[in-house]
């Protein structure tokens, strides 16, 4: 295998460039070479790389991907070509492949592989679903150790997955499954904004803490004309994807040019009193109108010393995950003058912040949207049927509340509602359908 691959790269040097003595030397092929044998040579790897290339074989010419290995399974390779493509899915999988500890996934396409040298003709690898999805054999590459297979599943599609050996679970994890956006996907034709790290935050309405946070800048804003502003809670988890989707958004018109603004929570530093049950849940789960005080008084007024933001509510949004959801419809509820938009991933709508009375937290929002007059704001809420039940409540039931009670109220609300748990997978997969949502009438 080595030295085929010592072949391929020395054929595709060839195909492009003359060859040296020196090249040939760094492959390892000879150590000298006459030039005369060198132009053969040359000749005779150029027609063998056409013919390799024209058969779909790999041997590092191509990446292979979840949808390509579907393909060249399914061509049943043989002889070297299944060598070299037991090769390229040792490659794909790394050290995994000997624990089938991992899947690779492309979309809705997942791959599974396994090495298993000491399988004997009786045993049945296949990979079973919890989700009653049919059972996936793995089909052996050529005469190698590798077993692989590749399957589509449905949009929506959440569950584990087994690797079997017989009746011996080898691997297995949670697959969480959902469409892809194009916009989620990055783009060269259209302009892409700047993601700025600050210096880190020293807050005094969270006195003795400090935090990092990011402004990310769209390239379509303009000095003499200020800008929308979204912030995001725990926003170190969204910087790789969020300035992605805003960038498509906006050249699409699907979202107006808006300023992101991504925070963590604050770290405690020495002199602190630690309160609640550690800084992050203080400052998320506490219902109160410290967190909208600590974005309106300090973090808002630090961005608009170099950028220009808009003041109206709805031209300003929120949003967060998990106990970050809970944060951000708290500054909405509190201050529906000035945030009117919420963007809710797994909210904890629960009595994570149990006060001094042990039932202060969020999970009397449900009926304070019930009992209070309506305000002025618009939620996009996420949640999964297997996401937490522990002591501090029910998330899938409480985001069913919110939600109920959100349309008992009249609110403008959206509610998608899937199959996975505590992550951040179904949110960042619905991102875009959230944000064209939340904007969708905005004007100017």
């Given at each position: 295998m080595e030295c085929t691959h010592h072949y391929a790269q020395f054929a595709l040097h060839s195909a492009r460039s003359q060859i040296s003595e020196r090249y040939v030397i760094r492959m390892g092929l000879v150590a000298t070479m006459p030039t005369r044998w060198l132009r053969a040579l040359r000749a005779t790897f150029a027609v063998g790389l056409?013919?390799?290339?024209?058969?779909?074989?790999?041997?590092?010419?191509?990446?292979?991907?979840?949808k390509i290995l579907e393909k060249e399974l399914a061509r049943q390779p043989t002889g070297q070509d299944a060598e070299m493509l037991a090769g390229s899915v040792r490659a794909l999988f790394g050290k995994s492949i000997t624990t089938g500890a991992m899947r690779k996934?492309?979309?809705?396409?997942?791959?599974?592989?396994?090495?298993?040298?000491?399988?004997?003709?009786?045993?049945?690898?296949?990979?079973?679903?919890?989700?009653?999805?049919?059972?996936l054999p793995l089909n052996r590459i050529g005469g190698s150790g590798i077993y692989a297979a590749v399957v589509t599943m449905p949009d929506f599609a959440a569950g584990r997955w087994?690797?079997?050996?017989g009746n011996e679970i080898a691997a297995g994890g949670d697959y969480e499954l959902y469409k892809v956006d194009p916009a989620s996907l990055p783009r060269t034709d259209v302009p892409h904004g700047k993601l700025a790290q600050q210096s880190k935050f020293r807050s005094s309405v969270f006195p003795f803490t400090e935090r990092d946070w990011w402004i990310y800048v769209p390239a379509q804003y303009k000095a003499d004309q200020p800008a929308c502003v979204m912030v995001?809670?725990?926003?170190?988890?969204y910087i790789g994807s969020v300035p992605t989707v805003v960038d498509n958004l906006i050249?699409?018109?699907?979202?107006?040019?808006?300023?992101?603004?991504?925070?963590?929570?604050?770290?405690?530093?020495?002199?602190?009193?630690?309160?609640?049950?550690?800084?992050?849940?203080?400052?998320?789960?506490?219902?109160?109108?410290?967190?909208?005080?600590?974005?309106?008084?300090?973090?808002?007024?630090?961005?608009?010393?170099?950028?220009?933001?808009?003041?109206?509510?709805?031209?300003?949004?929120?949003?967060?995950?998990?106990?970050?959801?809970s944060c951000a419809f708290t500054v909405a509820w509190y201050k529906p003058d000035q945030f009117s938009k919420v963007l809710s991933w797994i909210g904890s709508y629960t009595d994570l912040a149990a006060g001094k009375t042990g039932i202060e937290g969020a999970?009397?929002?449900?009926?304070?949207?019930?009992r209070a007059d309506k305000k002025p704001i618009r939620v996009f809420l996420q949640d999964g049927d297997h996401d937490l039940d522990n002591p501090y409540g029910n998330w899938p039931l409480a985001n069913q509340q919110?939600?109920?009670?959100?349309?008992?109220?009249?609110?403008?609300?959206?509610?998608?509602?899937?199959?996975?748990?505590?992550?951040g997978v179904m949110g960042t997969a619905y991102l875009p359908v959230s944000l064209r949502w939340l904007w969708r009438d905005y004007k100017p």
């Open positions: 056409l013919a390799f290339s024209l058969n779909a074989s790999f041997a590092q010419v191509t990446a292979l991907t979840p996934q492309d979309g809705l396409t997942l791959a599974f592989a396994i090495e298993a040298a000491r399988v004997t003709s009786s045993d049945r690898i296949r990979v079973s679903f919890s989700d009653g999805h049919p059972d087994s690797i079997m050996l995001f809670q725990d926003g170190g988890a050249a699409a018109g699907e979202m107006p040019v808006t300023v992101c603004i991504f925070i963590q929570p604050g770290n405690l530093l020495p002199g602190g009193t630690p309160q609640g049950n550690n800084q992050r849940s203080f400052e998320y789960d506490t219902v109160s109108d410290q967190y909208a005080r600590f974005l309106l008084e300090e973090i808002l007024p630090e961005v608009e010393k170099t950028v220009k933001l808009k003041h109206d509510a709805a031209s300003r949004a929120i949003a967060g995950l998990s106990s970050g959801a999970h009397n929002y449900p009926f304070l949207i019930r919110m939600a109920a009670a959100l349309k008992f109220k009249g609110y403008d609300y959206e509610f998608v509602y899937g199959h996975g748990g505590h992550s």
